[in-house]
């Protein structure tokens, strides 16, 4: 199979609310606050279901954090179940969306669980083991869910994670590329694994899952770095044409032992090169719902800014500099300037490289600086789509230039799962 990069611009045109809409949408909130452009947030979904070419998409929750927001796009067509970051996280999910429309959204927990208390539970509810699969990628998974709840437990669901990372030197660890997450990837490993579930009483084998970072979540079009940007698309091609044999043999093999309801595979940043796999039935994407940061450098698609925050300028210390309150909210991940938010509008500001953005103040200079005054709103984008939700304890939906709601982040509900 031949994987291309088009040389081309993105598609469609991002939609970009003015400032003077969402200064005017807001003028009434107190600051700090945090909005969703509803216009961009639906965009970003159509172009999801586009760029998919009709594989189904499960929403990753990690990137979205807000239950009102799941819903919103779990009603569209193209969207189908949840991938969820932790077992609490997916049993108040069934919880809360039991008795709706959304009671029968089956939801994978795609990092394994330590948790005790909530494996209790969820061997403890019918409706949520009939929706809720756990990832593992040993047999010290198992052993772990055992000693939880006893060897004669219900049946729970299971999905096999696969390491779909890049080893290019002959499969050899020593080069290894992509992110760190399961010790099975080979084909032979997941059967051998798949066949260890198949003999333990009280699991069910129901899926197989890899995240492909070495292509979702590296851009291949880094800003001023051409030359970057054509060794990334080299890599992440190579690691395509490896990964879709790999995978389908690892698929096959499985199939074998357990007939697979689901293979899911991708992340936002390589729809185009996953659905080009015919083992993966699924893909799964989040943050090109939201359109942060870390999204900018991509050859493939371009998200508009659909979440954003606001701060205000609170000193004017020096010609050129204005300082604003707050604004520290980094993301996680590797320590260096891609974590920082982004100044988003007014345009021509930039953090200044001595105080980044920070806990109590944030210094922004530019070309805008000496234009902004006392009280002005300064807006930014996190570098990434869901740990915004973790500051914000509620979104502020704006439509053009009103505010028609104000929902609930999963910390606004009294949730934080990590």
């Not at 965009?43 to 999801?48: C, K, T, V």
């Not at 699991?203 to 990334?232: N, W």
């Not at 074998?256 to 090169?273: K, M, P």
Request: with cysteine.
């Amino acid at each position: 199979m031949h994987f291309t990069f088009q040389d081309r611009m993105p598609y469609g045109c991002p939609v970009r609310l003015s400032r003077d809409s969402l200064d005017s949408a807001t003028e009434h909130l107190d600051l700090p606050l945090a909005v969703v452009d509803l216009a961009a947030f639906d965009a970003n979904a159509a172009d999801l279901v586009r760029r998919a070419g009709g594989r189904p998409i499960r929403v990753a929750s990690k990137s979205v954090r807000c239950r009102a927001l799941l819903e919103r796009v779990l009603h569209r067509p193209g969207f189908a179940g949840v991938m969820s970051y932790a077992l609490p996280e997916a049993l108040w999910l069934t919880r809360v969306w039991a008795g709706t429309d959304l009671a029968d959204t089956d939801i994978l927990v795609a990092y394994p669980t330590a948790d005790h208390s909530a494996l209790r539970a969820l061997a403890a509810d019918d409706s949520a083991r009939r929706l809720v699969s756990l990832t593992v990628d040993s047999v010290e998974h198992l052993d772990l869910i055992d000693a939880a709840l006893g060897a004669d437990h219900p049946e729970i669901r299971l999905c096999l994670e696969l390491d779909v990372s890049w080893r290019p030197v002959r499969g050899s660890d020593k080069v290894h590329i992509g992110a760190r997450r399961s010790p099975v990837f080979t084909p032979q490993q997941a059967a051998d694994l798949a066949a260890a579930i198949e003999a333990r009483p009280g699991f069910r084998l129901v899926g197989l899952m890899g995240y492909e970072g070495q292509i979702a979540g590296m851009g291949d079009a880094p800003s001023g770095k051409p030359l970057l940007g054509r060794v990334l698309r080299w890599v992440q091609r190579g690691s395509a044409r490896e990964l879709t044999t790999r995978r389908a043999a690892a698929v096959a093999a499985v199939n074998a032992v357990r007939q697979l309801e689901f293979v899911n595979g991708g992340g936002t940043g390589s729809i185009e090169l996953t659905r080009q796999d015919a083992s993966v039935t699924e893909i799964a994407a989040g943050s090109g719902l939201i359109g942060p940061g870390l999204f900018d450098h991509y050859s493939r698609f371009t998200p508009s800014p659909a979440v954003l925050f606001a701060v205000p300028v609170v000193r004017r210390p020096a010609p050129g500099i204005a300082t604003l309150l707050g604004g520290g909210y980094l993301a996680s991940g590797p320590a260096n300037r891609d974590r920082l938010p982004v100044p988003h509008l007014p345009e021509g500001l930039r953090l200044l490289t001595m105080e980044g953005a920070g806990e109590v103040q944030t210094p922004v200079s530019g070309a805008g600086a000496d234009r902004l005054r006392i009280g002005d709103r300064v807006w930014f984008r996190h570098a990434k789509a869901g740990e915004l939700a973790e500051r914000f304890a509620e979104y502020h939906l704006v439509d053009g230039e009103r505010v028609v709601r104000t929902l609930p982040t999963y910390r606004g509900e009294g949730h934080s799962f990590g």
